[in-house]
């Protein structure tokens, strides 16, 4: 009898407690459904166990800045969307509000507090000397006369420079770039922080670290914000309660300890080491043809119409194309494509995606050179036919269009494939403002592997048969034309 009423009892309690959270669920519910704020965060996934490119399976930006901004965004109720750029430029795109938050395992430093904004720290590093297994440095001092490097924007820069009589500072983009270097002998020793260094050291069993004597702790790594910025204070919450329950512990022990599985080849040249990134690399291709066509679309196009206004006899048509052609054939191309890509958003605000901006610089860049090509073709093409057509009555767009064109085209084909060459080559050019194609794809797997030949002799296998596709589908259509004749 008791046990029944007991059972009732919690019967009761139950349906009540159900009543009363239910709705309250339901309100989190709905909340959940109403579309998240994105937030962009920037790194420099160059700096694994932090950030890094997780090659070997999906491509993404992995390590534990990567979790602890996930976890915080949660917490908070944002969407997390990562860019990727080098670390020297991610101050610039705080302050240029390309993105919202930084988080690159970035000290907080004095310095940068005068650009930037900072959370509370959320991790303190210390600094470290790796070298070449033979020698090995204890301190600053002992690499006195000697080639040093660091990367180029990092606080370890400054370290390099209190050698005393360095023989050279070397600045490199990227951290792994660093291992390289020592590697060939390039530098003596680098500077890098300990959970880096690490896992540098496990990589490549012919490397061995030192920390530096123990400065005061006070390289905190924290995440940065532009100045002003309503985020801080809330992100600051979120990062005392994960120092308190443990999170930032876990996150340690996740990523810190785990030595990487290709553990470094000590061969001269080894290309097992591309096990497992291969199919990572070949996802380049795609972009790279993508990228390659709609430039020479864009570039084809706007060649003809610029080729056209060359030819009309109309002074200002003439003028507009002659001015673009000396300007577009008289910068670099390389110049082009930063200048598209940095100084839209700084001029007009809108946020140009990388492809885009790489499409219109390499489009805009062969209409220049396709202009003159088509221009040559046109002016090839036999007088005969333009007064056969004018005698006909065939007005000048129709004769433009189906009797003059054709015929330049079929003029000037073998210099149309040249120019998609040059295109499918210098593709490569864009991996600087960091489109996925296959260079930039082969320069994640050498920072990965910590090796240089393998990757890039790949990539350069590919880009030759790409060519050598393309020269041969030309000839097929070249012949074709031939015995249209
Ligand atoms: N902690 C150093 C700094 O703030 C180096 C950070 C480098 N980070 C990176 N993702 N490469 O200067």
């Given at each position: 009898m008791n046990k029944r009423k007991l059972y009732n009892g919690l019967m009761l309690a139950l349906v009540l407690l159900f009543a009363l959270i239910g709705p309250v669920m339901n309100v989190h519910a709905q909340e959940a459904e109403a579309p998240k704020k994105k937030l962009i965060m920037g790194t420099s996934?160059?700096?694994?166990?932090?950030e890094s490119v997780d090659a070997k399976n999906t491509g993404d930006i992995v390590g534990f800045d990567i979790d602890t901004a996930n976890l915080i965004l949660d917490e908070l109720g944002y969407e997390l969307q990562i860019q990727s750029m080098d670390f020297n430029g991610l101050i610039a795109a705080l302050q240029a509000g390309r993105v919202d938050f930084v988080m690159s395992g970035m000290s907080a430093t004095e310095e940068r507090k005068t650009s930037v904004d900072f959370s509370e720290p959320y991790y303190y590093a210390r600094n470290s000397i790796v070298s070449k297994a033979e020698h090995s440095y204890e301190?600053?001092?002992?690499?006195?006369?000697l080639v040093v490097g660091a990367q180029l924007g990092s606080i370890q820069e400054k370290v390099a420079y209190e050698?005393?009589?360095?023989?050279d500072v070397r600045k490199l983009n990227k951290v792994p770039d660093l291992v390289q270097e020592i590697n060939s002998g390039r530098i003596a020793a680098a500077i890098v922080e300990d959970a880096v260094a690490v896992d540098m050291t496990n990589a490549n069993p012919g490397l061995v670290m030192n920390f530096l004597p123990?400065?005061?702790?006070?390289?905190g790594y924290a995440i940065a914000f532009p100045?002003?910025?309503?985020?801080v204070e809330e992100f600051n919450t979120v990062i005392a309660k994960f120092h308190e329950d443990g999170t930032f512990e876990e996150l340690k022990q996740k990523w810190f300890p785990e030595p990487k599985?290709?553990?470094?080849?000590?061969?001269?040249?080894?290309?097992?080491?591309?096990e497992g990134y291969v199919p990572y690399i070949m996802k380049g291709v795609g972009v790279t043809l993508l990228f390659t066509l709609v430039s020479a679309l864009l570039g084809l196009i706007l060649g003809s119409i610029l080729s056209l206004f060359k030819i009309s006899g109309i002074k200002p048509l003439m003028w507009f194309a002659t001015g673009y052609t000396s300007i577009f054939r008289g910068t670099p191309l390389l110049v082009q494509l930063t200048l598209i890509y940095y100084a839209t958003p700084q001029l007009t605000g809108y946020d140009i995606p990388a492809l885009l901006a790489a499409g219109l610089a390499f489009g805009l860049n062969s209409a220049a050179y396709l202009s003159e090509t088509i221009r040559a073709g046109i002016m090839a093409v036999d007088k005969g036919q333009q007064e056969a057509a004018i005698a006909l009555g065939i007005p000048y767009r129709k004769m433009m269009i189906s009797i003059i064109f054709p015929q330049a085209l079929r003029n000037i084909l073998p210099a149309l494939v040249n120019e998609c060459v040059a295109l499918i080559k210098e593709s490569s050019l864009v991996s600087v403002i960091g489109v996925a194609d296959l260079m930039r794809r082969a320069d994640i797997v050498r920072a990965d592997t910590f090796r240089s030949f393998e990757a890039l002799l790949l990539v350069a296998a590919i880009y030759y048969v790409l060519v050598l596709i393309l020269t041969s589908l030309a000839r097929m259509l070249e012949r074709r034309l031939r015995r249209g004749d």
């Open positions: 996934p160059d700096f694994p166990p932090f301190t600053l001092e002992a690499l006195e006369g050698v005393p009589n360095p023989a123990s400065e005061e702790l006070d390289n100045k002003g910025s309503p985020y599985n290709n553990a470094g080849s000590d061969k001269l040249i080894d290309f097992s080491v591309l």
